[in-house]
């Protein structure tokens, strides 16, 4: 059997026309495996067809809203495939969410329908529990051809500035995004999924996935680091994804050493700060190379560094633009800056999101008259392209007039033998401003808050160095398994005295 025409021209087809040719040659190969259950592309698409009926019975039609409150698996992959057999546009809800985030997305986006395994959760709205609806049938049906102008998916985002904007995309962004995804992508890929289904890593890629004919590979629903370890080598898992904080703590595993990871390819990881010490221990312990992505609800494809870049590149920046992206890093003043000064990253690039949800508002304030969008993001350029980011616009603190960007405190720190894990926020402080406050999980229980501050000051700026140390037992995630900086600052806010400044979050 010859291998699937992948790359830009096979993701350009349509969802029915991918489906059609993996049925007629390889329908019994595996799209999902989750534990001992496994959903094959026929069964995949049976039971899409089954469902898309239920949705029709709703009265559900092309571009209509349906949201999915559904944890990642095979109900969310076949009602999400459902939906767009319709020509429907997914709202993607995270069940990890709370009340107050889910009934926001949920009025925001003003769905027909919601489709959910727990209805108790949605406020108001027609309801569509899935426990209750079964999903017998033979995949036949109507299948909309979708116009690439037409949405498709509606990606919320989980930074903690305000509540969640909607990111919205049409199946022209999502074909391309599906054709140039580089070395994440080879036919017959077994790809590590331990991120929520509702992250624009999986809603963006439908096309991507069809056309290479892979597999996602899930961890269980409650992630732990050794059932990531066991999946990877149980499964023979050939690309491994995640986000920073899961591979900082996979790679603290003892039991790594013995693991049988020889079908691991590629890793990847991005979503939020990669610290150098981090790209080190990767690039030690496992049997592969690593690269970098950087990208955003809203550009869900932007930035990565190559298999073959040398350590020193991929530990100090995200690489260089994908997909024909343009960049601009820019001052205050809206203007680019020269190689090597700080700014504000902006972008320009055919994976953008199209706008923010019947918000005009905030789409203009992101998105110019020119097509460039401005990220939350400051970084650097060097001559070859490759961007460095320091951090979050609203990351950053001022010390006694000096700013200061967590990433290079916490580089600084991570690189303390005796430092498993790192976060460094900025809180109020009288007279001074701002102080840096570090929240640290030890690898070594001696460790003390002087011995970390000598070191810091032996490697960067004293007034970088933070101004207190807190060991913690662990650092806190939010719905996306990144460190939940708004809680951090909470706490800090706490040891100082003052009040956390609103919003800001990675």
Known sequence: MSAPSAGPHAAA???????????????????????????????????????AGHLAARRVRAGDIVALLLPSGRAFAVWYLAALRLGAVVSAVNPRLGPTETAHILAASRPVLTVTDEPARVPEGPVLDTARTPLDGSGEGPVHTAGGTDPAVIVWTTGTTGLP?????DHRTLRFIGG??????????????????????????????????????????????????????RERVTLGQGVPTQWEKLVALPELESADLSALRLVATGASRVSPELVRRLRERLPCPVV??????????????????PAELVARSVGRALGGAEVQVRGADGEALPTGEVGR??????????????????????????????????GT???????????????????????????????ALAAHPGVDRVAVVGAPAPVIGEVGVAFVVAADPALSEGALKE????????????????????LPVNATFKVDVTELRRRAAGLIGGTPPGGGGR
Request: proline share 5%; charged share 20%; glycine share 8%.
């Open 13 to 51: 087809a349509g969802i029915g026309d991918l489906f059609t040719a993996v049925l007629s040659a390889e329908p019994d190969l595996a799209a999902l495996v989750q534990g001992a259950d496994t959903l094959t592309y026929r069964a995949w698409w049976a039971e899409a067809g089954a469902a």
């Open 292 to 309: 970098i992505r950087y990208a955003s609800t809203e550009v869900p494809l932007a930035f990565g560094t190559s298999p073959d870049d």
């Open 455 to 474: 070191w810091c000051r032996a490697r960067i700026a004293d007034y970088k160095c933070p101004d207190a140390v807190v060991f913690v037992p662990d």
């Open 345 to 378: 990253v902006h972008l320009r690039s055919r994976a953008a999101m199209r706008g923010y949800w019947r918000d005009a508002a905030k789409t203009a304030e992101a998105i110019g008259q020119d097509g460039w969008l401005a990220s939350s993001d400051l």
């Open 165 to 169: 904007k909607g990111a919205w995309f």
């Open 381 to 411: 350029l060097d001559g070859e392209g490759n961007l460095a980011i320091v951090g979050r616009a609203d990351d950053a603190y001022i010390r006694g007039g000096y700013n200061v960007y967590p990433s290079e405190v916490e580089a």
């Open 180 to 233: 140039h995804l580089g070395p994440l992508s080879v036919p017959y890929d077994r790809k590590l999924f331990p991120i929520p289904f509702a992250h624009s890593g999986y809603v963006t890629r439908l096309y991507d996935q069809l056309a290479h004919r892979s597999a996602l590979i899930l961890t269980e629903p409650v992630w732990q680091a050794a059932d990531m370890l066991e999946t990877l080598q």
